[in-house]
């Protein structure tokens, strides 16, 4: 009787490996054309990221100066590097901390927590690094992709859920949350729950988000301190 012949477990390997190496080729040829990464290189800033915060900013106003700024997630320090710059904490004026379970190199005007946003005493230690609450919070967190869109979404509206918690329990009546996510149908029900903390919500495509990437802004507004959880 024949017998079929099982798959030779190298040939798989090199399947995967030359799938690896075409993805990664991709990815090389995206950021080599594109205009934004070269930009972050010549302004200083640690990611091409910083300029999709600096289009939210320019148009709804979110980084006064003098205001106290919360960056979830912070490395590599892009988003921080405007909050910084926007609110003059490195001129003395406002406070920025930034918070990431990964180490960051110091950006001058902030202040670097290694810290797990999710701890007891998370909300407690950067309201004492605030000396207050915040005026915004900020949240350019995504989890490792598994290459599963339907399984990365759901891990993504878990982040931003407890992104908004946090949110919530640091930031002062009328301040503002901006968190990245995926589309996927499920965010309704999320963005549903922010707006009963907050009084506008929108969702927002910046122009410098890749055309073919499925993430969007959620900025929210008027946070409404009494339907906090």
């Given at each position: 009787?024949a017998?079929?012949?099982?798959?030779?477990p190298?040939?798989r390997?090199?399947?995967?490996?030359?799938g690896?190496?075409?993805?990664?080729?991709?990815?090389?040829t995206?950021?080599a054309n594109d205009?934004?990464?070269?930009a972050?290189?010549?302004?200083?800033?640690?990611?091409?990221a910083a300029f999709k915060l600096?289009?939210?900013d320019?148009?709804?106003?979110l980084?006064?100066?003098g205001?106290?700024?919360v960056d979830?997630?912070?490395?590599?320090?892009g988003?921080?590097?405007?909050?910084?710059?926007?609110?003059?904490?490195?001129?003395?004026?406002g406070?920025v901390?930034?918070?990431?379970?990964?180490?960051?190199?110091?950006?001058p005007?902030?202040?670097?927590?290694?810290?797990?946003?999710?701890?007891?005493d998370a909300?407690?230690?950067v309201?004492?690094?605030?000396?207050g609450?915040?005026?915004v919070?900020l949240s350019?967190?995504?989890?490792?992709?598994?290459?599963?869109?339907?399984v990365?979404?759901l891990?993504?509206?878990n982040?931003v859920?407890?992104?908004?918690?946090?949110?919530?329990?640091v930031l002062?009546p009328?301040g503002?949350?901006v968190?990245?996510?995926?589309?996927?149908?499920?965010e309704?029900?999320?963005?549903?729950e922010?707006g009963r903390n907050?009084a506008?919500?929108?969702?927002?495509?910046?122009?410098?988000s890749r055309s073919e990437s499925?993430e969007?802004?959620?900025v929210?507004t008027?946070?409404?301190?009494?339907?906090?959880?």
């Amino acid at each position: 009787m024949a017998t079929r012949d099982k798959p030779d477990p190298r040939l798989r390997q090199n399947v995967a490996a030359k799938g690896r190496t075409a993805s990664s080729a991709r990815w090389l040829t995206r950021q080599a054309n594109d205009p934004y990464v070269d930009a972050a290189k010549r302004q200083g800033y640690r990611s091409r990221a910083a300029f999709k915060l600096i289009d939210m900013d320019s148009k709804y106003r979110l980084l006064r100066v003098g205001a106290r700024v919360v960056d979830l997630g912070a490395a590599p320090g892009g988003w921080t590097q405007v909050a910084v710059a926007r609110v003059g904490a490195d001129r003395g004026q406002g406070k920025v901390v930034a918070a990431d379970l990964l180490e960051i190199a110091p950006i001058p005007g902030a202040t670097i927590l290694k810290l797990d946003f999710l701890a007891d005493d998370a909300v407690a230690v950067v309201k004492a690094a605030l000396a207050g609450p915040a005026d915004v919070v900020l949240s350019d967190m995504a989890p490792s992709s598994t290459g599963h869109r339907e399984v990365d979404h759901l891990r993504i509206l878990n982040l931003v859920e407890a992104a908004l918690g946090f949110a919530c329990e640091v930031l002062r009546p009328g301040g503002a949350f901006v968190a990245k996510l995926l589309q996927g149908g499920g965010e309704q029900a999320l963005l549903k729950e922010i707006g009963r903390n907050f009084a506008t919500v929108r969702r927002v495509k910046p122009p410098s988000s890749r055309s073919e990437s499925s993430e969007f802004y959620v900025v929210a507004t008027g946070f409404k301190a009494a339907a906090a959880p």
